[in-house]
């Protein structure tokens, strides 16, 4: 090989070191959105909490929304391991969608008790939220249908959440409650 073709390879591997890096650098920076319908809290001085709509879901692996769902908490959008990897989930269509990466959502079930629920919810382009059976069958919880509503139970058997039977889905409105860190515009 001669000079030319050496100082190439070594240029071609010193780009592949600083696109290495510049990735790590990516994965440890938090991204933060500025779309006010995406949930940008930069200019909101306190919090208001809204409503949101969510579908208990039993196709589903992991819970997962878009971002526009959950107003002001784009700010605490943070990578999850499927993000880190360039993840897709599957929908129904057979579209393929990206993960965008998580948020963890304080919530409060709409019911006699107003029970307060924490969770985490991946980030992607889907129509709705959708809250994953198996997810919160593996917090030890319980899903009981029927044919006009479904009860998330918890262990020792109260309910947190019930969703109503809609055309065929079950959806639950919930209360979304400020994210853990807000204090005032800026996140802790």
């Known amino acids: 090989m001669d000079s030319l073709g050496v100082q190439t390879v070594q240029l071609?591997?010193?780009?592949?070191?600083?696109?290495?890096?510049?990735?790590?650098?990516?994965?440890?920076?938090l991204p933060v959105t500025t779309d006010d319908d995406e949930g940008d809290i930069l200019g909101v001085d306190s919090w208001a909490d809204s409503e949101i709509e969510i579908t208990l879901n039993s196709g589903c692996c992991e819970h997962v929304m878009d971002l526009g769902d959950a107003p002001g908490y784009g700010a605490f959008l943070t990578q999850s391991d499927g993000s880190r990897r360039k993840q897709n989930f599957i929908v129904g269509n057979g579209q393929k969608v990206p993960n965008e990466g998580q948020l963890v959502l304080n919530l409060e079930s709409d019911g006699g008790e107003n029970r307060k629920i924490k969770s985490t919810f991946q980030v992607a382009?889907?129509?709705?939220?959708?809250?994953?059976?198996?997810r919160v069958c593996d917090q030890g919880m319980t899903c009981n249908f029927t044919d006009t509503h479904a009860l998330v139970l918890d262990k020792a058997g109260k309910i947190v959440v019930r969703f109503e039977r809609r055309g065929g889905l079950y959806i639950a409105r919930m209360k979304l409650k400020p994210p853990e860190g807000f204090v005032g515009q800026v996140p802790r």
């Open 125 to 134: 382009e889907v129509t709705r939220p959708l809250m994953s059976v198996s």
């Open 12 to 29: 071609l591997d010193a780009i592949c070191a600083l696109d290495s890096v510049v990735e790590k650098i990516e994965a440890s920076i």
